[in-house]
């Protein structure tokens, strides 16, 4: 009996929202209802697949799977002809085929063939253009389908954790769970409860797909790596697959995960991309390089940054879709949708403990290090999540400094000079806008990592993230809401263009940006404005308060504090110089300790997984 096997699906969109995304058309008269995701056109109406979801990305299922003859699988009212497309990156569009169906019935499905080629630099991106031949003709669905057999079985461990999120949680599982199709996989998914406040009833699991696993909260590397556990441990899983709660998920992307794992050539490991939520058509990023920033549209090392690739490409020029035919090299690919192999597990270990933050990057570098498996993203296979900007606050810089110091010492990428030059330049940035709370919150951030691995290991993950949170809110800083006062944000860019003598600065940094200067000397009738970043400092000086602007937290206002910036100066050089006394010792422990904190070993005894009872219907 021949195979047909359901490779992906032509996907209308959930919302009208986004509908660039998935279809187009000439739709002088035509009509798309979303209650019934029926297309009824008009005579001499086209509808094309010319979009970012519905585009088949023939390059990477050349180069990555066995899969090489495949068919359009359509559903048709009426009469239609056909036309299949390729597309490569600044080059004219290829007609391929064209076909005529006349007269279709939508119980009688038509097909078109797709045939890969043998060389990955004639393959591009394909996609259907359907022109109606009649008045009232319809498109119902559409599949991508192929008769080889399947050359992997995949059973996949779904892995989400959350925090008192259980509304986005339950949408995400619903979307799952309304997937017939999906269902059908061999697939379990498994919710880490870190605020413990789900019951395992109001997930409305029908289908005995969820377990739902109470946790303490051990942050976001705690929960994905609790159940990680859990799934590993079972020995029934050949792929897991880490998923924030908070996305908008296409239930389609899983899908493609699974075909894609069911006829890969080789172990894969697929970083999700991440699509802005709220400018929905624009890609946040498509994997990401560790220790690099873009400037100028080149990549440039800096230890605290990191630099997504493909950021805010506009998805809805089919142009920049044909970049997809092209593989960048990158590092790592975020939690909110990263996807991996039984055997890499095995091989590699678990996360690190880091609570949030890194977590995701360490775990890459790891895997991009072990040459037993590739690395990839997959065009196509992305969530929506909402850009970080908006979500961070002043407490995750002690997470993102301390987890980022670990993490050079476990892959030795950049060396200690450079490093603590940006550090100390970024909390003097700090300082010298009288910021004190985010001062304060990156020398922790030092101190802690100079304890060395063994206070990571000891430490109570909620307490000490209950004690960071306090501190960041320790010190004076209001926060200014649009009504109470405008600021023009022009004159604060401006700052950026203003020279400044050699003589002020010099004054500047022997004073610390004024701590130094008796407070009369000192001007405290009017702000500064500034944007919050290490390079204004210098137009604070001379003021006792200034109004800083921080794309993710908004107006503040700061005042100064001499003897607060002096002691926190102070308290700054001793532990640099600590530190540089002791760099190679700590790295050395650091790296060494590695495997130890990477294993099921130390993970379960770091959860204290003997204390929690597992809610779900396994045998």
């Given at each position: ?30 009509d ?5 995701q ?22 990477f ?5 066995i ?71 319809q498109?119902?669905s ?8 399947k050359?992997?079985e ?5 892995i ?18 309304k ?9 379990k ?13 109001e ?12 946790n ?8 994905f ?8 441990t ?9 998923m ?8 389609e ?11 890969a050539?080789?172990d ?20 990401a ?13 800096d230890p ?31 939690f909110w ?10 091989s590699?270990g ?6 949030i933050?890194?977590d ?19 065009p ?7 850009p ?40 003097l ?9 985010s001062s ?13 691995s ?5 430490q ?6 209950s004690?960071i ?18 600021y ?20 500047a940094?022997?004073?610390?940006n004024?701590?130094l ?16 970043e ?20 908004g ?8 003897r607060l910036g ?7 050089i ?9 760099w ?9 300790s590695?495997?130890?904190?990477t ?6 005894e770091?959860?204290?997984l ?10």
């Amino acid at each position: 009996m021949m195979n047909i096997n359901i490779i992906s699906r032509l996907r209308f969109p959930k919302s009208p929202d986004i509908i660039g995304l998935y279809i187009k058309w000439n739709n002088t008269n035509s009509d798309f209802t979303f209650s019934n995701q029926i297309i009824t056109v008009s005579l001499g109406d086209t509808i094309s697949f010319n979009t970012y979801f519905n585009s088949f990305y023939e390059y990477f299922y050349q180069k990555y799977t066995i899969l090489r003859e495949l068919y359009y699988r359509l559903y048709l009212n009426g009469s239609f002809q056909v036309r299949v497309y390729r597309e490569k990156y600044c080059q004219p569009r290829e007609l391929i085929e064209t076909y005529e169906f006349l007269n279709c019935n939508a119980l009688e499905p038509v097909q078109v063939p797709i045939v890969v080629p043998a060389e990955s630099a004639q393959c591009g991106r394909i996609y259907l253009e359907l022109t109606s031949l009649r008045n009232g003709s319809q498109f119902k669905s559409g599949d991508l389908i192929t008769n080889l057999a399947k050359r992997n079985e995949v059973s996949l461990a779904v892995i989400t954790c959350t925090y008192k999120k259980e509304k986005y949680v339950q949408t995400t599982i619903n979307t799952i769970l309304k997937d017939e199709l999906l269902i059908d996989k061999s697939l379990k998914i498994f919710i880490v409860d870190n605020g413990r406040t789900l019951t395992y009833q109001e997930l409305n699991d029908e289908k005995d797909l969820i377990c739902l696993i109470p946790n303490k909260n051990f942050g976001g590397s705690g929960g994905f790596t609790r159940g990680l556990i859990e799934s590993y441990t079972k020995n029934l899983y050949s792929h897991f697959l880490f998923m924030d709660d908070d996305i908008s998920l296409e239930s389609e992307v899983i899908y493609r995960l699974i075909s894609v794992y069911e006829y890969a050539q080789d172990d894969l490991t697929i970083a999700g991309s991440m699509l802005d939520l709220t400018r929905p058509f624009l890609l946040y990023e498509s994997g990401a390089k560790y220790g690099y920033r873009f400037e100028n549209s080149k990549l440039v090392k800096d230890p605290l940054y990191v630099a997504s690739i493909k950021q805010d490409l506009y998805l809805q020029d089919s142009n920049n879709l044909n970049l997809f035919a092209v593989e960048e090299d990158f590092d790592y690919g975020g939690f909110w949708f990263f996807s991996f192999s039984q055997n890499t597990v095995s091989s590699i270990g678990l996360p690190m403990p880091f609570f949030i933050k890194v977590d995701d990057m360490e775990f890459g570098l790891r895997i991009k290090n072990y040459n037993k498996t590739s690395l990839i993203t997959f065009p196509s296979i992305s969530i929506w999540h909402d850009p970080f900007h908006l979500k961070r606050i002043i407490w995750d810089n002690y997470y993102y400094t301390r987890n980022t110091l670990v993490c050079n010492s476990i892959h030795k990428y950049h060396n200690s000079l450079l490093i603590l030059k940006r550090l100390t330049q970024k909390f003097l940035g700090k300082l010298f806008l009288f910021d004190y709370n985010s001062s304060e919150i990156i020398l922790r951030a030092l101190e802690d990592y100079n304890k060395g691995s063994s206070y990571l290991a000891n430490q109570d993950p909620e307490s000490l993230h209950s004690e960071i949170i306090s501190k960041s809110k320790y010190y004076f800083n209001e926060f200014i809401t649009p009504e109470e006062k405008i600021y023009d944000l022009n004159k604060m860019n401006f700052a950026v263009t203003k020279k400044y003598s050699i003589l002020k600065k010099f004054i500047a940094l022997v004073t610390l940006n004024g701590h130094l200067i008796p407070q009369f000397f000192l001007d405290d009738k009017n702000e500064a404005l500034v944007i919050d970043e290490p390079s204004f400092w210098l137009k604070v000086f001379g003021k006792t308060q200034a109004i800083a602007y921080n794309k993710n937290l908004g107006l503040y206002k700061y005042k100064i504090n001499h003897r607060l910036g002096i002691f926190l100066f102070i308290k700054w050089i001793v532990t640099i110089i600590k530190i540089l006394f002791l760099w190679n010792t700590i790295n050395q422990d650091w790296s060494e300790s590695h495997a130890k904190l990477t294993s099921i070993k130390f993970w379960r005894e770091y959860l204290a997984l003997d204390n929690f009872v597992t809610e779900n219907n396994e045998d």
